[in-house]
């Protein structure tokens, strides 16, 4: 038996890593040999006592491992559930056959498929997590004994004690002994892998199949594939066969139901818990209101005044009033939302439920936008239902088609008629003149499905009729959901005004409108994709668009394409949000309600920013497809670029942190640096942002800031002392003006007594005494205010104390005036005038 149970453990994960899970869902195998396996080696004689006893005791964990019930045989019932899945499916429809079925047939069997693949992915995981410590037992088994075997042959041929001989032979044989007992369950794991194969192999080929009827279906959409209805005769031999048909395949789709309820995945207990949750919230909301209507009619609908939102009270009360309604619509939408892949027996069942209360929750206004409408088109859905009963004779559902496309065509022209013929029509503005296209585009629709009926497209004739009304009905779904959505949204924000938090009062408004608009994008979004998926054109146009964004473009080692590239904008761009929304969390909600020395709540959202930043942009990389190897070869180009013409870029980004770690300067300080005066309004990681008292935005490297001469005028307080300098007349008295002075300062609003104002004489002057005074505050920010207050009051107080202020004065001598001036400034300026004359005739005698 040597060497089996190595060859069984190798079969075995050659066995379960040959069968792939589902395309989607695919687990990896785990990495239980991290490192190549080493040769065989002798131990050393010193070590084989401590070796001897740990691999003794390995040895026995491993016989009563084995000896327990195998975790394998509880995973063996699972599989059989899954087959017997398969095999029913496999029995009903060869492939050949499922070209002759419906669309939305073939629809719901490939959701049941990729159900089955789903389950056997989930199976698969459990089967690897099972038999991995079997495997792992089985290779260090093997390893040892081959050490020990290794050590057998040393001992031999040299000379080792007989005690440690013998314990190695004992050794050997009790290692042996552990690799049989292993036989038996890794026998078992591998026979249930290798049918676990064959069963995976019959779901991958059931899936195709699928895929390839649909595809067949689509392509011959165009065809001719009946004779035209006036030369169409029932066959009566069909009829039977047709009624086999859709009683098993109402059995198939309610197992299909009960297996999918069954398989609890982790989105159906979310959703089951959502609308547990939901339920009495809405019942509470509605006792609520009606408390409050009850306690003051004429103010229960109305919005509170402080909240900033603007609520739809008639929207808000009418879903209010309706909680049961309101929450089968929603438990509705959320099945067709986080259920994509339920059943379609399940999603056809949800949106029935939701008949009623679709047309219960419609606002008021939109009688006046969509008049009649919903009602049509919830009418024509339900009868568009019950065509399921006329599947078992070709002629009379092809008649029961043409006649619901007619009555839909004229219920359509009649709705534009109408609306036309209203004074109001309601279709006015954005959503009305959708309104108004969208039923002509159906107008075209279902008059193209008629004649294709009539001239023999029967596949063509039900496509477009089952398109227009199916789509128009799940456009009304979504409006009465988004309409329930938005009231509730609207009540939750307008609260908004009262919460304790300031975040939340000043941005209920915006976060509201956001919210909305999020809504509306998912909702329009789901609306096109089940349109053209009734209209039989998404998976051509997905299959399309994938072909593009997965082609990839081989640049060296490097391998890029567009879908890598749309994935990394993406996610640089919710980096780059979360990243924002982090820090402004940090310093509005967070960092300012705990006491922290100055400057360290904006380093920490700062460094926080740029954190969340760089992780996004590794993630965002990594979503993009880019590998180890590959950002290796980026980061090397990175480097080449610093040592080239980056060393500037990275001195300020290290000065950045310089400047978050050790906080010289801090937004909000007035800084002199290089010249520049003013206030510091934003610290990045490679700038700073000073704003000028001058109004200009100064940015400087922040290695500038390192590097430079720099003043901060508020780094540990906002203090600031303010010097002025005045003169007064000498035949002052100094004594009275330090006194008439000081008192005058200590006066002032804003300066400080301690430090205590100077007052000093600091000498004689040409034409005054000179005093300088010196003067402290606490308020730098107002500094230049409290100055000028100080100076006001300053001379006033010099005045009122008839203390001279002397000002520089200047003698004008005229030596040459005119007549006329003269004889206004005076007789003086006369004699001055003739003087003048006189010198002049003096110094030039008359020739």
Same mark, same amino acid.
Do not use: C
């Given at each position: 038996m040597r060497g089996i149970t190595r060859w069984l453990c190798a079969l075995l994960w050659l066995t379960m890593a040959a069968a792939p899970a589902f395309a989607q869902e695919k687990t990896a195998l785990p990495d239980i040999t991290a490192s190549a396996p080493k040769a065989p080696a002798a131990i050393p004689v010193a070590d084989i006592p401590l070796r001897?006893?740990?691999?003794?005791?390995?040895?026995?964990?491993?016989?009563?491992?084995?000896?327990?019930?195998?975790?394998?045989?509880q995973l063996s019932p699972r599989l059989d559930a899954i087959a017997k899945s398969v095999d029913e499916k496999a029995k009903l429809f060869r492939a050949s056959q499922l070209r002759a079925l419906p669309v939305m047939r073939l629809e719901s069997f490939e959701r049941h498929w990729k159900f089955d693949a789903r389950r056997f992915a989930r199976w698969q995981d459990d089967m690897r997590r099972a038999t991995q410590p079997y495997a792992m037992d089985a290779a260090q088994l093997a390893q040892r004994r081959a050490d020990w075997e290794a050590t057998q042959v040393a001992a031999r041929?040299?000379?080792?004690?007989?005690?440690?001989?013998?314990?190695?032979?004992?050794?050997?044989?009790?290692?042996?002994?552990?690799?049989?007992?292993?036989?038996?369950?890794?026998?078992?794991?591998?026979?249930?892998?290798?049918?676990?194969?064959?069963?995976?192999?019959?779901?991958?080929?059931?899936?195709?199949?699928?895929?390839?009827?649909?595809?067949f279906i689509d392509s011959r959409l165009i065809r001719f594939d009946a004779q035209p209805l006036w030369a169409a005769a029932p066959r009566a031999s069909d009829e039977g066969d047709a009624m086999t048909s859709i009683t098993n395949g109402i059995g198939i789709e309610a197992r299909f139901m009960a297996e999918y309820g069954a398989a609890d995945f982790g989105n159906q207990r979310f959703l089951h818990i959502l609308q547990l949750l939901l339920l009495p919230v809405l019942l509470w909301l509605a006792l609520r209101t009606r408390r409050a209507a009850a306690v003051a009619p004429d103010?229960?609908?109305?919005?509170?005044?402080?909240?900033?939102?603007?609520?739809?009270?008639?929207?808000?009360?009418?879903?209010?009033?309706?909680?049961?309604?309101?929450?089968?619509?929603?438990?509705?939408?959320?099945?067709?939302?986080?259920?994509?892949?339920?059943?379609?027996?399940?999603?056809?069942f949800a949106m029935l439920v939701a008949l009623v209360p679709v047309l219960r929750l419609l606002p008021p206004q939109s009688t006046r936008l969509l008049g009649r409408w919903p009602y049509v088109a919830t009418a024509l859905y339900l009868l568009e239902r019950l065509s399921f009963f006329f599947l078992s004779n070709s002629l009379v559902y092809r008649w029961y088609?043409?006649?619901?496309?007619?009555?839909?065509?004229?219920?359509?022209?009649?709705?534009?008629?109408r609306a036309r013929a209203m004074e109001h029509s309601g279709l006015e503005g954005r959503i009305g003149r959708a309104v108004h296209v969208a039923a002509w585009v159906s107008v075209l629709l279902l008059a193209a499905s008629i004649v294709s009926n009539v001239i023999g497209n029967v596949s063509m004739a039900e496509m477009l009729n089952s398109g227009v009304?199916?789509?128009?009905?799940?456009?009304? *779904? @979504?409006? /009465?959901?988004?309409?329930?959505?938005?009231?509730?949204? #609207? &009540?939750? %924000?307008?609260? =908004?005004?009262?919460?304790?938090?300031?975040?939340v009062r000043d941005h209920a408004t915006p976060l509201l409108t956001l919210t909305v608009r999020l809504l509306t994008f998912v909702a329009v979004i789901g609306w096109v994709v089940f349109t053209t998926n009734r209209f039989r054109i998404f998976r051509p146009l997905y299959a399309f668009a994938e072909s593009i964004l997965t082609h990839a473009f081989q640049l060296g080692e490097l391998s890029i394409s567009l879908g890598h590239v749309l994935v990394f904008m993406v996610s640089v761009y919710v980096a780059f949000w979360a990243a924002k929304t982090t820090r402004y969390l940090l310093q509005e909600a967070v960092l300012t309600r705990m006491s922290l020395p100055r400057g360290v709540g904006n380093s920490v959202a700062s460094l926080t920013y740029y954190a969340v930043l760089l992780l996004g *942009? @590794?993630? /965002?990389?990594?979503?993009?497809?880019?590998?180890?190897? #590959? &950002?290796? %070869?980026?980061? =090397?180009?990175?480097?080449?670029?610093?040592?080239?013409?980056?060393?500037?870029?990275?001195?300020?980004f290290v000065s950045g942190l310089i400047l978050m770690f050790?906080?010289?300067?801090?937004?909000?300080?007035?800084?002199?640096?290089?010249?520049?005066?003013?206030?510091?309004?934003?610290?990045?990681?490679?700038?700073?942002?000073?704003?000028?008292?001058?109004?200009?935005?100064?940015?400087?490297?922040?290695?500038?800031?390192?590097?430079?001469?720099?003043?901060?005028?508020?780094?540990?307080?906002?203090?600031?002392r303010l010097d002025v300098d005045i003169g007064v007349g000498y035949g002052s008295d100094p004594a009275q003006v330090t006194s008439v002075l000081t008192h005058t300062i200590l006066q002032t609003p804003g300066i400080v007594s301690n430090p205590e104002?100077?007052?000093?004489?600091?000498?004689?002057?040409?034409?005054?005494?000179?005093?300088?005074?010196?003067?402290?505050?606490?308020?730098?920010?107002?500094?230049?205010?409290?100055?000028?207050?100080?100076?006001?009051?300053?001379?006033?107080?010099?005045?009122?104390?008839?203390?001279?202020?002397?000002?520089?004065?200047?003698?004008?001598?005229?030596?040459?005036?005119?007549?006329?001036?003269?004889?206004?400034?005076?007789?003086?300026?006369?004699?001055?005038?003739?003087?003048?004359?006189d010198g002049d005739g003096a110094d030039h005698p008359p020739g």
């Open positions: 001897a006893d740990a691999d003794e005791r390995f040895a026995e964990s491993v016989i009563l491992r084995a000896r327990e019930v195998d975790p394998t045989d041929a040299g000379n080792m004690p007989a005690a440690l001989a013998n314990r190695v032979d004992a050794l050997v044989a009790q290692l042996k002994a552990a690799e049989q007992s292993l036989s038996t369950p890794l026998a078992r794991q591998i026979a249930l892998g290798r049918r676990a194969n064959l069963i995976d192999a019959r779901i991958q080929a059931g899936l195709r199949a699928v895929a390839d009827a649909i595809e103010t229960a609908d109305a919005p509170d005044a402080s909240a900033a939102p603007t609520v739809d009270t008639d929207a808000t009360t009418r879903v209010l009033r309706r909680p049961i309604s309101s929450w089968l619509l929603l438990s509705m939408m959320g099945v067709l939302a986080f259920e994509p892949d339920a059943p379609l027996l399940l999603h056809q088609h043409l006649v619901l496309a007619t009555l839909a065509l004229t219920m359509t022209l009649w709705l534009l008629w009304i199916d789509s128009g009905y799940f456009g009304l *779904v @979504l409006y /009465a959901g988004m309409t329930v959505a938005v009231a509730l949204l #609207q &009540l939750l %924000f307008a609260r =908004g005004g009262d919460a304790r938090s300031q975040i *942009v @590794l993630v /965002a990389l990594s979503a993009a497809g880019f590998k180890m190897t #590959q &950002l290796a %070869f980026i980061f =090397g180009a990175l480097g080449v670029g610093i040592g080239f013409g980056l060393q500037n870029v990275v001195n300020n050790e906080r010289p300067i801090q937004p909000g300080d007035v800084v002199d640096i290089t010249g520049t005066s003013g206030r510091v309004r934003e610290i990045g990681m490679r700038a700073t942002t000073i704003k000028t008292f001058d109004g200009a935005d100064v940015v400087v490297p922040n290695g500038t800031l390192l590097s430079e001469k720099l003043t901060n005028w508020t780094l540990l307080d906002r203090n600031r104002p100077a007052v000093l004489f600091t000498g004689f002057g040409a034409s005054a005494l000179n005093f300088s005074i010196r003067a402290w505050t606490y308020d730098y920010d107002n500094s230049a205010n409290i100055r000028s207050d100080m100076v006001t009051r300053m001379f006033i107080a010099l005045n009122k104390a008839g203390i001279e202020l002397p000002f520089p004065q200047q003698d004008v001598h005229l030596r040459s005036v005119s007549q006329q001036a003269g004889e206004r400034l005076g007789p003086r300026a006369e004699a001055a005038r003739r003087a003048d004359a």
